[in-house]
């Protein structure tokens, strides 16, 4: 379980900018409805004694507003990172909240100012205010508006806060507020008397304010999408609005009693290892620490085992996928692992059909290997040989249809309950010519939309190799859109956990909830949990022993 | 009579009197027309009959 | 338009011999009314009666987005209050409508004090359909104390008591006010300076008044106040005996000065201007006001106001005989033993005395043309530099209806809040803010 703390956003000025713009619309939303209420009855302050029984009718909260204009705020200025420290997590609280913190919140140095114009005359404001018939008419008292400007430097919050997070919206509680700054006030008279208001209103805002307000606007987050996109995301959030939109069904009950109780059994496992923070199965070089778990890092690390001819001439894909040795978890962030799995099919590289190094009984046993993987009982492999008189046709036709027409039906019985598991309407697994039976329970399913893309897009005709390998070059663009989507990739590993446990245990409507506001980006909505993989009963997590057959 | 203290009047007496007052001030508010009516029937010499005093449309 | 129970109260205090001019709330009245009229809002209409000598009542029905209504009843004892409202039809229209206030120097309002008797004043209103209650009871305690209680009653907002104490010497106005609204306390008082003038003047006659009054202050639940000082001085103009009133007014607190001066330049016009300037913001407006007034034909035989003129006359009428007596008495007061110097300066300042008449009757010319004209309409204008507005009144008789329509065109709507951060003042044109007919009938 972890979440990140965007610092780059508060390094830049569009922080501060963002602040001033937010506050100065929540202040003067505020003080807008607040006036509507007085500027009406101070517009019909005539001396009619009907208008001034309407008054008193409309007069109810008597709220005066001192206010002559709008509130402006001239200056934000948070010259160092915000700190954010967290003392305590508690992932499994109890079945209502998804996640209980204890953080700490400090910032320094902080400066804000504030103008607005203020009415110097009271009395002014009561007199219009009352009754006409009732009031006593005062000579030349007119008003009297004074420019006030407010200044708040040296800010220092330090604070002790709950974050309660639940299925629909954050809680947070300030415990231990330390809030010290100094003001400066344009008219010195009054500036003793603000400060000590402002110190005392200090408290509500603290227990009161700010809690509903982070309490309302947190529920804005589940329900109604992201509000405010910055307009760098925008393409992205429009690509995936669609998606994010409509609600999803992740896991139905219905496909909760397809899966087996093995399978349930490594699902909770695999949760509570990440409740517990105890992530052993990321630890490097080792496939699984979890019995029949995979974790969505090792993925090639597995692809790299399964037997299928890629795997065997590893030296010769230098351009199409990535060193298969580079694909760790500590490098991820330059390599695309969905996108590099994807492109990997049971084919020789066209660099070895080029130079002819193959073999064709490496080729054989391999495809003997996928065979017996694929199938358990113990028939008979039939195999149609073609013998090659001439050299010219010597591309071999390796992978024939006949022995993978028969290899199609256990696949598509294990992708059946892949799909059950997997967390996403998945790419559909596209019945390629060339296929490598891929036995991993459930599909990796980053980046459904980008992805679908070129899978649909191919359907697939009958290939020679070589020409697959050519549509896997030509499908490299699509991964390298993947690219600009790389910086959301580690956030969906970790945001994972929670994908899961919300679709196991809660139906959430949209999760859209991240631990901290810079986390919830538009372009990491499509992303889900990408896969778990299963095995049955083999340990196969070290390095030598071959990845098992998969089964029931 | 909030701001007197408990010493003073007891919690019950004081709410008695806050029913007191405020009954006092319905009947004012809804007794003050009358009154007026009254005084300037009482006060007329030849006690006018109550329609004509109360209709505000020029009596004939 | 003054409503009809207005015009009954200051008919009471006519008749009481109460001086409504001389308080400090009405310094700036003549201004106020040229400048600052009100606007009715929406359809408006009154019927009104007398049902005795003593009781008047009032129905109302207001059209303003919803239809409101009020019933008002009002009771007052005193001789003459009756016979001396008028009905709509026969009401002269200067006293109908708030116009310029013409200021009698203070010694020709000494005889209405006489033959004074306690007597008071009830009114009652009740809106409908919101059951507020509006009550107000007037007390004349002694020839120069009234006592004033107003009451706003409402049994679903808080009800509001004012209370006025009032004292009223001619020379001094001295006025306490306690309001239970924001517990305001204030104190007016106002200062007649007797027409010592004159001795400055080239002319003897001297028909001007200079007043000084100042108000204080102090909202006690807020802690807010309020205070400021006046100065007006109301002449006639010598060569043509036109009445114009100047006043000078200035908040110490918010250091807002405002001067106005108001003049009746013929009978059937009005002009009034009004300078604000605030010595601390440097802020300043320029209000500028005037009506119009219709005549219509002239009236035969005035009988049925008869009262109304003898009122005004009363004083020049009784002076007549012995007129240059009455004005020396104000220089020299209490001279009693002076019969002998009076003769001579009499003698001495014989050419002067024709001038006294002289200027007098110019005077008092205007004053019985602006009584015996026949008023059937007056137009009001006025505008502000610094709102950018523009207020037009009509007020007349129609069929023995008064009726007043009036609209104030602003730059900006009034019922948008000004203080809207993104709201385009860019906004030329002007829009009708309002709009307002009332119709009033009484008999």
Known sequence: MSFRFNKATFEDNSFNEQIREKLTHALNADSKSSTTGTQSNSANSSNSAATDEVKQETKAPKKLDILKSGIYVRKVNFPSIPQLEILDLDVSAQSKSLLKGICKISCKNAMLEITTEIEANLLLLYTNNGPAFTTPRLISNDSFTVPITMTFSQIELEAITNIFVKNTSVGISFNDVNLDFDFDCSIKLLQSSIEKRLKGSMETVFKDVLPSVIFSMSQRWFTHGEPNASPMDENASKQISSHSNAPRTILEDADLEDLSPATMLRLSTLVSSRQSLSLNPTAMNTLSAIPGCLERQNLHRFNSRVPALSNFYPTYYDNGVPDLKMLGRSTSHNTVLGGGYTQQHNALPQRVLDERSYDLKTIASVQSRIYERGSGDNTVLRRRKIKMGRSKKQQTPAPPSQPDSALDEPKHRDIATAESVSLEPIAVPTPELLHSPRLISAMPSVEPLVEKRPVLGEIPPLQWPGQAARSTTSARPPASKLNLLEEAHSLSRKRELQKLRSSLYSPMRNNKFYVTREMERPILEHKRLSFVGLAHGLKWGSEEVPPPPYGF | MAYLPSFILSDESKERMTKIFSLSQTVAHYGWLPFVLYLGWAHTANRPNLFSLLSPLPSV | ?443
Not at chain 3, 260 to 280: C, E, G, M, P
Not at chain 3, 295 to 308: C, D, I, K, L, W
Not at chain 3, 384 to 411: H, P
Request: some cysteine.
């Open chain 3, 1 to 443: 338009m003054i409503d009809y129970m207005q015009q009954v109260l200051r008919v009471f205090e006519t008749c009481t011999g109460w001086n409504r001019d001389n308080s400090y709330e009405n310094i700036t009245a003549t201004s106020e009314n040229l400048l600052n009229f009100s606007i009715p809002e929406g359809l408006k209409c009154q019927i009104s009666n007398s049902s005795t000598a003593h009781t008047f009542s009032t129905f109302e029905l207001s059209n303003n987005t919803v239809i409101n209504g009020s019933l008002a009843y009002l009771y007052c004892t005193g001789k003459g209050v009756g016979s001396s409202v008028s009905s709509s039809r026969t009401v002269q229209l200067q006293d109908a409508v708030e116009t310029y206030r013409q200021i009698r120097p203070l010694y020709q309002n000494r005889e209405a004090r006489k033959g004074f008797e306690p007597c008071a004043l009830w009114f009652g209103r009740m809106y409908y359909p919101s059951s507020t209650l509006e009550a107000m009871v007037v007390k004349r305690l002694s020839p120069e104390t009234q006592l004033v209680a107003k009451c706003l009653s409402s049994l679903a907002h808080t009800s509001v008591l004012t209370l006025y104490w009032q004292r009223d010497s001619g020379k001094n106005f001295q006025e306490w006010v306690v309001s239970s609204n924001e517990a305001l306390v204030g104190y007016r008082v106002l200062h007649n300076f007797v027409g010592s003038q004159s001795k400055l003047n080239t002319s003897l006659y001297n028909n001007s008044s200079l007043s000084l009054g100042a108000e204080l202050w102090f909202g006690l639940l807020n802690t807010s106040p309020a205070c400021s000082t006046t100065l007006r001085y109301c002449t006639h103009s010598a060569n043509t005996g036109k009445p114009l009133t100047l006043t000078l007014s200035w908040n110490p607190l918010f250091g807002h000065v405002s001067s106005t001066y108001s003049v009746k330049t013929s009978s059937n016009a009005t002009i009034s201007t009004k300078f604000d300037f605030n010595l601390y913001s440097i802020e300043s407006n320029l209000s500028f006001g005037c009506e119009l007034w219709r005549r219509g034909a002239s009236r035969a035989v005035p009988t049925e106001n008869a009262f109304v003129q003898d009122a005004v006359r009363a004083p020049s009428a009784q002076k007549r005989p012995t007129d240059t007596k009455d004005m020396f008495y104000h220089l020299m007061a209490g001279s009693s033993n002076s019969q002998k110097l009076l003769d001579d300066l009499n003698v001495t300042f014989a050419s002067s005395l024709h001038k006294i008449n002289r200027e007098r009757s110019i005077i008092q010319k205007f004053e019985k043309s602006l009584i015996d004209s026949n008023f059937t309409s007056v137009c009001r204008l006025s505008t502000s530099l610094r709102d950018k507005n523009l207020k037009v009144q009509w007020e007349g008789r129609y069929k023995g209806f008064l009726i007043s329509a009036g609209t104030e065109l602003a730059n900006t709507p009034l019922d948008l809040p000004a203080n809207m951060v993104d709201e385009p003042k860019t906004a030329s044109f002007f829009k009708p803010a309002k709009f307002g007919v009332q119709l009033q009938f009484s008999m």
